[in-house]
């Protein structure tokens, strides 16, 4: 069955590039118009949106500030009318050796929960209250097999942040059901990124694939398909479930 999201109105969070472009191509690919966001450069955003098949719209909006946050999904209802979908995507994962200073290892975390927990929280927020007056609307959260497994020790804030939208998710699909809200859980594992570069620095590829029960790491077009099936509401009733896609890497 091919997937129509024509008229369907989807807001992909940190879509310049990784995860969140090929989620965002994949939405436009199957009908829907995108608003694409980026953190600090639109001609990004705009980049990809130019690319698109329907008429998609570039956004700026640095996600650790609250008021940015608000006025990203303002915009974007203002400017198309409506929205049905949104994918929280955006996130960081910052290296930080647990013998760092107590400010720097703090800074640290304050920032991670900020973009990662709190920014998702808020458009969920914003997001929910715009489905209850259309009539309803999808969400789906890209979070981590961190957040079941946890992560390395340099890792443990981006493990932490992503066990908090696991937990949020769960209480939208369960609260705001009867609303017509659906809210679902993607979580990854290791996929070839330019945020994942770091860790790939720091550990190697070859430490990574060690993990796999596949021979390749996972790349974002392989997720991206996950994420436009849900965003159709052809699993509508899989709302609050988490579904892995980490090449085997964990199953829970």
């Known amino acids: 069955m091919k997937i129509d999201l024509h008229g369907q109105v989807a807001l992909v969070t940190g879509s310049t590039r990784g995860i969140g472009r090929a989620v965002a191509q994949s939405l436009d690919q199957s009908g829907a118009r995108v608003a694409v966001h980026g953190h600090k450069n639109i001609s990004l955003a705009q980049k990809v949106s130019q690319g698109f098949t329907q008429s998609g719209r570039a956004y700026k909006a640095d996600l650790a500030q609250i008021d940015e946050c608000e006025a990203l999904m303002h915009q974007v209802i203002d400017d198309f009318g409506r929205l049905d979908i949104l994918i929280n995507n955006a996130g960081i994962a910052q290296f930080v050796d647990v013998n760092a200073s107590m400010k720097v290892w703090t800074d640290t975390w304050k920032k991670t929960m900020a973009v990662n927990a709190r920014a998702p929280a808020a458009l969920c927020k914003l997001a929910i209250k715009q489905f209850q007056y259309q009539g309803g609307g999808r969400i789906i959260n890209i979070a981590s097999r961190a957040a079941f497994r946890g992560d390395t ?100």
């Open 153 to 252: 020790a340099e890792y443990m804030m981006y493990a932490a942040s992503k066990g908090a939208v696991v937990s949020l998710t769960r209480s939208i699909a369960r609260a705001y059901g009867k609303d017509g809200v659906k809210a679902f859980i993607v979580a990854p594992g290791f996929v070839r990124t330019d945020m994942a570069q770091d860790a790939v620095d720091a550990y190697g590829e070859d430490f990574i694939g060690q993990d796999l029960a596949l021979n390749q790491l996972t790349e974002p077009d392989d997720v991206a398909p996950m994420v436009t099936l849900l965003a159709s509401g052809l699993a509508d009733h899989a709302t609050g479930t988490s579904i892995d896609i980490n090449a085997g890497s964990y199953v829970h």
